[in-house]
């Protein structure tokens, strides 16, 4: 069957450096075998922490660092850069591209942890106007949007557009739309207090909204009324049952259970609710006898192989297995329990056959709402307000990688929590307007003007 090798050293392919891949490779990092990671950015990153980069606590620096650099010491492991574009399951190849050149990587053991993205649920001119927050570049550029906004507002002489300006909607009342909302409204009552001279940063009208009946339903009951009250506290807005059915330049238009509808009019609209795992969850499925679920993730073995393929293994936010979450710990623990399978088969110990089923251990979730408060779920334990947001703290700061990562973000959050103080305000119009260039440059170029005599026959 498929691992047989040879006197070969095995050829271990990961596509991705997220928590699932980086966690595979760290673990890897003695096996007698030639490791390759492949990913589109230069970086490992550390998602959770994105809306305090796009509200300017702290740098991308510290929940970014170089994946070469963390793996350098890994004598085994090589770091690709590279947008992989095909998986051959035939061939054993995997294609990736990197500013115009393409390679070509084959594997023996293929690992894929390529994430999710957002999902707008079939409506995906919405993110033009209500951009995500996957990437650095997101967050940068949402920075950018939402002090720029402020920005506008002190130079605008019209009302009805100040009004505008200063309305800021999240779509979305999971953690991350939580978390965000919660520190704009940080920078609008505390941070700019007193900067500007012809507005006033605490008038800011901060929206919350979400088609389900409560904020962060997927712990429900106290938590998400503990929740609920901190915000309102903060002065967010909070809407529930609320669908949004069109985002454009002006605002959004929210359709009510009753049916009524309503535009709100905002310059900055964020958008936070749902993701669509990476499209290559589709090819591996149209390769093998596995298929993908609706968003995408593909239904995987219970060791984490595809269907017919047990040389090749789908992890983190890409697979479906037993209704887990899209969560960095289902990444992480995946990522070892794959690594681990692997080195006791280059070992001799087990044969692809015998591999134990991958068990998922629940180390509970949590969110932030502000400074000294979170909610927090472990087992059955519920728990909210500093005592959380200590809790949230500690861990957050044990899986950021890297010592100079911990101390500079430990070293921000003293200065934001205690002092109020943000040191990443900065703002380039580049940011913002990064994402149109970007489309502009992948814009196919328009045909060659026909030559002088053929446009004059014409
Ligand atoms: C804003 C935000 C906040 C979050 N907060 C929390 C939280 O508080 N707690 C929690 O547990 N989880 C949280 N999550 C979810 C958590 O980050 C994910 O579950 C986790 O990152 C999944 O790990 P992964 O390895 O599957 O994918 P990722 O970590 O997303 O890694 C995927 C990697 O693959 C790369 N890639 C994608 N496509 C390609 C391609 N075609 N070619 C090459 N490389 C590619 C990407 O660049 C990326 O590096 C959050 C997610 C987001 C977006």
Known sequence: MGNDTGNRRRRIVIIGSGFGGLFAARKLKKADADITIINRTTHHLFQPLLYQVATGIISEGEIAPPTRLIL?????????????????????????????MTTVTPYDSLIVAAGAGQSYFGNDHFAEYAPGMK??????????????????????????????????????????????VGQIAELAHHTLRGSFRNIDPSDARIVLLDGADDVLPVYGGKLSANARKKLEKLGVEIQLQAMVTDVN????????????????????????????????????????????????????????????????????????????????????????????????????????????DFRYWDKGSMATISRFSAVAKVGRIELTGFIAWLIWLVIHLMYLVGYRSRAMTLFAWTMTFFGRGRAQMTITEQQVIARTALKEQHRPAPPAPAPAAERDAG
Request: proline residues 3%; hydrophobic residues 40%.
């Open 135 to 180: 990437t650095i570049d997101d967050a940068l550029e949402l920075r950018g949007r939402i002090l720029g906004a402020f920005e506008q507002a002190e130079i605008s002489t019209d009302a009805h557009a100040r009004e505008r300006l200063m309305t800021f909607v999240v779509v979305g009342a999971g953690p991350t739309g939580v978390e965000l």
């Open 72 to 100: 350098r010491k890994y004598r085994n492991t090589t770091t690709l850069l590279g947008d992989v574009t095909d998986i051959d399951m035939t061939a054993r190849t995997v294609t990736s591209e990197a500013m115009g």
């Open 249 to 356: 330049r002006d605002g959004l238009t929210i359709k009510r259970k009753d049916g009524t509808e309503t535009l709100i009019r905002s310059q900055c609209k964020v958008w936070s609710a749902g993701v669509q795992a990476s499209p290559l969850g589709k090819m591996i499925a149209d390769q093998s006898d596995t298929t993908v679920d609706r968003a995408g993730r593909v239904r995987v073995q219970p060791d984490l192989s595809v269907a017919g393929h047990p040389e090749v293994f789908v992890i983190g936010d890409m697979m479906a297995l037993d209704d887990l979450p899209g969560l960095a710990q289902v990444a992480m623990q995946g990522g070892e329990y794959v690594a681990k399978q692997l080195i006791a088969e280059i070992k001799g110990k087990q044969t692809e056959y015998q591999r134990p």
